[in-house]
């Protein structure tokens, strides 16, 4: 391998419900894993530390420069309805190599945003997605994998030994 810069974003699109975005987004935002800290001091101890107590609630987001009613009807839809939403992206090494990235997204639109309209300008329109299930790959290679029960990174459970405890 190269010693020349790799995995340089080049492009991307999004898909919402199966249906292609090429050519509409204009900014599309990947959920951030964060973990959920808590600050603990107890009895001897001089230095307080932070201890993992789990995880954020994952979000994503993206914008279109269209006025697009098939994505603004997937918002507000009945508890128990989910949609997917695929980012991909072409990550391209400085040697030349093109490689796909993937991002897996289902959950629920919570946001539908049609911005500020203006004669003679592109009106952007504004999407938040909260997550129920997110799968990130680069290569068919599987970096993150999260659902409200379960995380796990590089295919390993971070989970996996809280979830035995629980006898689930």
Not at 108 to 124: Q, Y
Request: proline share 5%; with cysteine.
């Amino acid at each position: 391998m190269s010693d020349m810069p790799r995995y340089i974003l080049r492009n991307c699109t999004i898909f919402a419900d199966r249906v292609s975005k090429l050519g509409q987004a204009s900014e599309i935002s990947l959920p951030v894993p964060t973990e959920k800290l808590e600050e603990l001091r107890n009895a001897g101890m001089v230095l307080p530390i932070d201890i993992p107590m789990g995880y954020e609630k994952l979000e994503a987001s993206f914008k279109l420069t269209a006025f697009d009613p098939q994505v603004i009807t997937l918002f507000g839809l009945a508890v128990g309805v989910e949609k997917e939403f695929m980012v991909t992206g072409a990550l391209v090494h400085e040697d030349g190599t093109i490689i796909n990235a993937t991002a897996y997204i289902r959950g629920r639109l919570m946001k539908n945003d049609h911005g500020d309209w203006k004669p003679g300008e592109i009106g952007e329109n504004e999407f938040s997605i909260t997550l129920r299930y997110y799968r990130l790959e680069v290569e068919g290679r599987t970096l993150i994998e999260a659902d409200p029960f379960s995380v796990s990174i590089g295919g390993a459970s971070q989970t996996g030994g809280i979830r035995a405890a629980l006898l689930v």
